[in-house]
């Protein structure tokens, strides 16, 4: 049974930073797609970064991209998300999720998320 488990949130002042991870187990993700998703209060879930476990090709919504650095650890079966100047704008509940190359997400697996909170 895949198991997303994510940790590592928190509150930080704005221009702080913040290291994500997402412990994966159940299987072998080289065939899947990972992604960080969030969901701020009152708004729809929306797609953070995502990252193929087997190429290790990045991608990035525009409002996170030079600021988010996602990655895997292919020995700890990882995979992390690198915020770095944050903003009160980053404030939400970030989701941990992983699809098999050529699927959607939405289908896919989901960790329970952990909050992040960003004052000003």
């Known amino acids: 049974q895949v198991q997303l488990v994510e940790s590592g949130g928190g509150l930080v002042q704005a221009g702080g930073s913040l290291r994500l991870s997402c412990a994966a187990s159940g299987r072998t993700f080289s065939n899947y797609v990972m992604g960080w998703f969030r969901q701020a209060p009152g708004k729809e879930r929306a797609f953070v970064a995502s990252?193929?476990?087997?190429?290790?090709?990045?991608y990035y919504a525009n409002s996170v991209k030079g600021r988010f650095t996602i990655s895997r650890d292919n020995a700890k079966n990882t995979v992390e998300l690198r915020m770095d100047t944050l903003k009160p704008d980053d404030t939400a509940v970030y989701y941990c999720a992983a699809t098999l190359v050529g699927g959607v997400f939405e289908h896919g697996y989901w960790g329970q998320g952990t909050q992040v909170t960003v004052s000003s």
């Open positions: 990252i193929y476990w087997s190429r290790g090709t990045t």
